[in-house]
Each structure stands twice: as structure tokens, then as C-alpha cells.
């Protein structure tokens, strides 16, 4: 059993840190404080070729894989949980063309994502249908004028990342909407500026800002037979666990950012005649942390790894949702414990504490929430998918 990273990964992994601590740590705040989406970020991304890790090479990518991209996520959301949702924004909606897409539709789609010539995002939730995936409305009905093409109508929410795209990969139902069969439930790559596409409204965020979360209508909107991705309600839940861990890097790059900001803080604020780190009551929450964030590693890099395997089936399903939903939980611990380390300054916008605390809430709640993740775990004991005997 090996925990070393290969010389690749560790060069990655350099090379985004430096990328993070020059780029990325200087311009966080104002980020966040404006709202703004970072495009000269997004072009140090690309021209230090990082848009592409997750895609073959064959597609233009690095090939890197999820270990790959979970690696460059976690250093930049040291700084910046906004910059790790523009990495993640590379795999999510490509993840479902990968996976079960044509050689057509990989052709098509993939390089640009690499190059950093189109952007794209991931179209599932809607206003009655979060966690509920078979309630969804959206529907795609025949279209009478093309074989094999359909008209796409309905509503998707809270997308990430809906302005700046380019194309959507969007899940709806072929038939009566009304259905629960997940049968019929099936993946759709629309263009952004086909006609019926529009994006009436951006959302207003507590934390996550500079990429905009925005509402999606499709109002009849053709799809071509080419544009229709072979598969069902497997193909979103084989998505979804594949991203597990890169959710959680997100989580565990938040949580070092954050406690190595209060530990620094800790060291050179005075109190009482000593600092407040030479306490025993901060050394020991600090030592909690601190392996936590190891711990939370170690199940983010596993599942990375058998995702990249292609284990992301059910029976591998506990392991990879034990990722997300650790190092998201420990996002919140992490930001908390920072935010009460530095006392009433970290409550005050002039340090980052109270960015990351509010950035944190976010991750227990996208791409399946923490009670989610509990629920997969569990079933996964209960099916002895995950058993010790």
C-alpha cells in the first residue's frame, strides 16, 4: 500500500500552490466583496493548462483524472471556495459525456471544456425537485419535424455557473412528467444560445460569490438526435458519485485555509501576558482540526481513486459519499472554529474567517446534502455493500 503521491501528482500539486498563493490569495476578498466573475483568474487557469485535468488526452485534456483535479481543487480553495467551483465546473456537466456520451459527442464537447474556449454547466435541480430528482418536471417530448430529436420545456435552478455557459447538460423527463419510473428520466447537451434558451434570474448568495448560481428556462427547445446522451437516472447518479470527492476537496481545502489563518492569527494576538495559541484550550482544538483535515484527506484521495478506476457503481457508492460528506461537515467545524479563534475580528470582514464561514455552508448542500450522503451510507451497511464480516 502506497500513500505517496506520484512525481505528476506532486508536480500538479506544486504548481498549483504557487498558482494559488499568487494569483488566487490576493485577490480572494475582492472576489468575494464584488461579486464578480473572476475571468482573469479563469485565464491563469487556462494558461497554466488546468482547465482540462479530468479529460482524456485524447479530448485535449492533461488527463489527470478526479485525483488529479481533486489535488489542484483543494489548494486553490485554501484561498478561494470560488475558484475550487470553477475547477469542479470542468467535470460536473462533461462528467455524463464521459462517461456514457457517443465518440461524437466527446469530439465535440470535451476540448473546449480543456482549452478553456467554452464553459459549461450541470442542469438537474429544479424549484420542486433539489434532492428529489424523480420529481423533476422538465420534460422532452418527440419532436414531429426530426426523428430521433426532441423538444425540451422546463425550469432548472440554483445552476452554477448558468451565466458564463456555454452549454448545458440537462436532465429531464421523456414522457408524463408526473412519472417516478427513473426509467424514464434521461441526459440532454443543449447550447446555450439555442433558441428557447433563456436566464431570467442570478441568485442572491450568502457565500460562494464571483460565479454566478442562476435560474434556466427552456421554453421548446429543439434537440437534435446527436445532442441526446445514451442512458437514464443511472447515468445522473454514476455523475454524482463521480464528483464526491472533488465536492469534498473543495471542503477540505476550506478547512486548511481556514485553520491555517486562525493558527498564524492565534500565534500573534496577545492575551493575558502570553499568546492565545499557548493555551491548551486552542492547542487542543487546533490538534482536532488538524486531524480531521488528515482524515478527510485520506477518504477524498480513496475515493478519487476508485472513481478514477471507474468504481463509481453502486456497491462502491458508501465509500465515495463518506468523502463528501466528512470533509464538507468539517468545512462548517473548520470555518466555526477559526471564526471563534480570532474572537470578535473574525466576525469583522477585514480577515477571511468570516468568508470561509459562510463559503462552508454551501458544500453540505450541493450535489446531494449531508442527510443525503447519510442516507447512502447507511443503505450501503444495511445491503452489506459496505460491511466488515
Not at 473546449?112 to 417530448?141: H, K, N, Y
Not at 446555450?192 to 441568485?203: I, K
Not at 481513486?305 to 460528506?325: H, I
Not at 468570516?354 to 454551501?362: H, L
Amino acid at each position: 500500500m502506497d500513500f505517496e503521491l506520484s512525481d505528476e501528482l506532486l508536480a500538479l500539486r506544486d504548481t498549483v500552490r504557487k498558482l494559488a498563493q499568487d494569483k488566487i490569495k490576493p485577490r480572494a476578498r475582492e472576489i468575494d466583496l464584488t461579486g464578480e466573475y473572476p475571468q482573469d483568474i479563469f485565464d491563469e487557469l487556462r494558461r497554466a493548462d488546468l482547465l482540462g485535468l479530468c479529460i482524456p488526452e485524447e479530448f485535449g485534456g492533461s488527463g489527470a483524472g478526479i485525483l488529479g483535479l481533486t489535488i489542484a481543487i483543494e489548494e486553490v480553495t485554501k484561498y478561494s471556495n470560488v475558484l475550487g467551483l470553477m475547477l469542479l465546473l470542468t467535470r460536473l456537466p462533461t462528467g455524463p459525456i464521459m462517461i456514457a456520451g457517443t465518440e461524437d459527442q466527446k469530439q465535440r464537447y470535451l476540448p473546449g471544456i480543456a482549452d478553456g474556449s467554452r464553459r459549461a454547466s450541470f442542469c438537474l435541480s429544479e424549484p420542486g425537485a433539489g434532492s428529489d430528482v424523480a420529481g423533476m418536471q422538465t420534460r422532452v417530448v418527440p419532436d414531429p419535424d426530426v426523428e430521433g430529436g426532441y423538444i425540451l420545456s422546463g425550469t432548472k435552478v440554483w445552476i452554477s455557473g448558468g451565466v458564463q455557459a456555454d452549454w448545458f447538460t440537462v436532465f429531464a423527463k421523456m414522457g408524463d412528467p408526473s412519472s417516478r419510473q427513473h426509467s424514464t428520466i434521461g441526459a440532454f447537451i443543449v447550447d446555450g444560445d439555442s433558441p428557447g434558451v433563456s436566464r431570467p434570474r442570478v441568485d442572491h448568495k450568502m457565500g460562494v460569490k464571483g460565479i454566478d448560481t442562476a435560474e434556466i428556462v427552456f421554453d421548446n427547445v429543439k434537440v437534435a438526435p446527436a445532442q441526446v446522451i445514451p442512458g437514464d437516472f443511472r447515468l445522473i447518479m454514476q455523475s454524482l458519485n463521480a464528483m464526491r470527492p472533488v465536492v469534498a476537496a473543495r471542503g477540505i481545502g476550506l478547512a486548511e485555509g481556514a485553520l491555517m489563518y486562525a493558527t498564524e492569527y492565534a500565534k500573534a494576538r496577545p492575551a493575558f501576558n502570553q499568546t492565545i495559541a499557548d493555551f491548551q484550550g486552542i492547542q487542543w482544538e487546533i490538534a482536532k482540526c488538524a486531524t480531521e483535515i488528515e482524515a478527510a484527506r485520506l477518504l477524498t484521495y480513496r475515493a478519487a481513486w476508485l472513481a478514477d478506476q471507474g468504481k463509481f457503481t453502486k456497491e462502491y457508492v458508501p465509500y465515495l459519499s463518506m468523502s463528501k460528506y466528512y470533509a464538507s461537515e468539517l468545512a462548517v467545524r473548520a470555518s466555526g472554529l477559526a471564526v471563534q479563534m480570532l474572537g470578535a475580528a473574525g466576525y469583522m470582514e477585514e480577515h477571511p474567517t468570516e468568508m470561509y464561514y459562510r463559503d462552508a455552508r454551501q458544500l453540505t448542500i450541493v450535489e446531494g446534502t449531508s442527510q443525503v450522503q447519510l442516507g447512502l451510507i447507511a443503505r450501503g451497511v444495511l445491503t452489506h455493500d459496505l460491511w466488515w464480516d
